[in-house]
């Protein structure tokens, strides 16, 4: 590895790619992914991510151009493209040598390199033997980072904090070393320290002196980088070989240009633009850019941007309302266009629905008070009219990922016309159309409900009785994975 390379730190919630592509326009050199896996209260946010990763399926969007990592619940857990190809690098929580490589064999063609996150305080994390907790179990580290050395030929690396003492953490280090890594992160906190802790550039010096390969330096934000020119400031105090840069970075992505911090209102609305383009959830967009505003958040706009419950409205606060409907016309564009190009891959109901009642009908969760949905309201009628409980059948597009669901209710089925990005949401447009064609309710703010007693009303049906539809199960799509570093253009990691 070369000398002097900045680094976008792997940081939850924010290294998502709209992030990594910023950074990466201001002048970073390598970015590394969040690690984002389970809920909390399932153990780790963070560290399971190697569990949570091996649930997934590899899936060629052809919509945005990225490649998605997918899990059965339909949630991209990563998502990458092109542009970052050869300078993103996977870090994934571990504590099992055989379950990190299956992960690693699963991203390798889409990513730079693998690190190995040990450098996890929080509790969620090391309860799992994970993160901090591996620093611990030496044994461990060389099992796992050894079998990734020997399983990949990407570049592994891992990130680490320092232990209570000096002569430990090097006996790690060099431990670390021959494991035959490419570099190692040194986090220059303890396991207990945070970041209004002063971070011990005197032991990441200690280890840089000590190894002969690179030491990248990171936990320098609260005290010493506040500029880009603190970057090298920061790097000469380690005397280590790179930064890595995380809530300086979170604060303001333009801290990797060498011309100075740009305009935050600037930063904040190239980062948006990203967001829509590559279709990121607003919530992860909305905590992203709170991050940014930070002591601005009572500001008017700080305001809107708490109030957004969309992307859309997001777009609107930062005016760029107009960017946000041409960028999402251009990608309905797209995808009609697959769509045309694939008829046989694109999973649609089955071809005769003559028995079905359909509606162009969207899910929108603003216009229902909390905990009440169409499917709720539908469910109660139906116990209500002693009837059998909705049946939803849901199927999914391969070509965009998206779903429609069909609803049976007393042998008649409803369908919405519209395509949803969730099986959730389809389900619910599913329940409005049936609620909608009985004249029903379907729990709307400021709603006038019809009585109750509405009995229901079946509809005329053929002779024949009602048509059955059994959805078509979704095509598996089979597309080869992106070409490998081997394309001519010098990678970061190069040397790693």
């Known amino acids: 590895m070369d000398q002097n390379k900045l680094i976008l730190a792997p940081m939850v919630r924010v290294g998502t790619l709209p992030m990594r592509l910023l950074a990466l326009d201001y002048g970073a050199d390598i970015v590394y992914c969040e690690c984002r896996g389970i809920k909390p209260r399932a153990l ?7 569990l949570k990763m091996l649930q997934c399926k590899r899936v060629v969007n052809e919509v945005l151009s990225t490649v998605d990592f997918v899990a059965p619940d339909d949630r991209v857990v990563f998502r990458t493209c092109a542009k970052e190809q050869n300078r993103v690098v996977f870090q994934m929580g571990t ?15 889409d990513v730079a390199g693998i690190d190995v996150n040990m450098g996890c305080p929080k509790e969620y994390s090391t309860k799992g033997g994970m993160g901090a907790a591996l620093l611990s179990d030496p044994d461990k580290i060389e099992k796992i980072l050894g079998t990734l050395v020997r399983g990949t030929r990407r570049p592994v690396t891992c990130k680490i904090r320092i232990l209570p003492s000096l002569e430990d953490t090097l006996s790690l280090v060099k431990r670390i070393e021959r494991t035959g890594v490419a570099a190692i992160a040194v986090h220059g906190r303890k ?11 005197e032991v990441i010096k200690a280890i840089a002196g000590t190894l002969s390969i690179p030491v990248i330096a990171n936990g320098g934000s609260h005290d010493h980088i506040q500029q880009h020119l603190d970057i090298e400031n920061f790097r000469q105090a380690t005397g280590a070989s790179s930064v890595m840069v995380a809530r300086a970075a979170m604060w303001n992505p333009s801290i990797f240009l060498k011309d100075g911090l740009r305009p935050l209102e ?43 419950q969309s992307s859309q409205e997001i777009c609107e606060a930062f005016g760029l309302g107009t960017f946000y409907k041409e960028t999402t016309q251009e990608i309905d564009a797209r995808r009609v266009e697959l769509l ?8 649609e109901p089955a071809e005769d629905t003559s028995g079905v009642i359909k509606m162009a009908v969207k899910f929108d969760r603003r216009a229902y008070p909390p905990q009440i949905t169409p ?13 059998a409980q909705p049946v939803y059948e849901t199927v999914q597009r391969p070509v965009d ?29 599913a329940a409005i159309v049936c609620l909608r064609s009985q004249g029903l309710p379907e729990g709307q703010l400021g709603e006038e409900s019809p009585s109750h007693k509405r009995k229901w009303e079946a509809p005329a049906q053929d002779p024949g009785g009602p048509r059955t539809q059994k959805p078509v ?24």
């Open 473 to 496: 199960p979704p095509g598996e799509l089979c597309k080869k994975p992106f070409s490998t570093l081997d394309n001519g253009e010098e990678s970061p990691l190069e040397g790693w």
């Open 375 to 387: 499917k709720m309201c539908l469910l109660e009628w139906c116990r209500r009219e002693k009837l």
């Open 401 to 429: 990922r998206l779903f429609c669901s069909v609803v049976t209710i007393a042998e008649q089925k409803y369908q919405s016309t519209l395509w949803d990005k969730s099986k959730k949401l389809a389900e619910q447009t």
């Open 191 to 201: 396991h207990e320290e945070r970041p209004q802790h002063p971070v011990h550039c």
């Open 44 to 50: 780790s946010m963070l560290e399971l991510i190697d």
């Open 340 to 347: 045309a190009k694939t008829p046989e891959e694109v999973g």
């Open 266 to 308: 600037e930063v904040m609305q190239k980062y948006i633009r990203y967001a829509v383009q590559y279709d990121n959830h607003y919530t992860n967009t909305k905590y992203c850019l709170c991050q940014m505003l930070r002591e601005q958040l009572e500001s008017p706009q700080g305001r809107l941007l708490h109030a957004a």
């Open 95 to 109: 504590s099992d040598a055989e379950r990190a490589l299956a992960v690693v064999r699963l991203v390798e063609n």
